[in-house]
């Protein structure tokens, strides 16, 4: 069983840059796949960045890519968003998501354990 609970949302401008943290309990969290998701009011939850087990391979939506970066401290037991030049769009519930499948999964039922969510709003 593994418990995620992600921290750093908040309410910023068109431009800024935010930090997001998952931070994951148990003792084997080196072998999940790690992916944020985000849902907007009265949308389906859409894939935002996945990053293997390694760290070694990462995948992005493309509305995000040059702007956002997925990392994961394997010795903090913890994953992060960083996000850039935030836009309006981005405004969301992000959700950090753990998988077993080898790779960067894109597909959230590919996901095993999910956390509760941070919001994320983005004015412009």
């Known amino acids: 069983q593994v418990r995620l609970v992600e921290s750093g949302g908040g309410l910023v401008q068109a431009g800024d840059s935010l930090r997001l943290s998952c931070t994951a309990s148990?003792?084997?969290?080196?072998?999940?796949?790690m992916g944020w998701f985000r849902q907007a009011p009265g949308k389906e939850r859409e894939f935002v960045a996945a990053i293997d087990g390694h760290g070694w391979n990462t995948h992005y939506i493309d509305s995000v890519k040059g702007r956002f970066t997925i990392s994961r401290d394997d010795a903090k037991n913890t994953m992060y968003l960083q996000m850039n030049s935030l836009k309006p769009e981005d405004t969301s519930i992000y959700y950090c998501a753990a998988s077993l499948i080898e790779g960067s999964p894109v597909g959230p039922d590919l996901y095993d354990y999910w956390g509760q969510g941070t919001q994320v709003t983005v004015s412009s």
């Open positions: 148990g003792r084997t969290f080196s072998r999940y796949a």
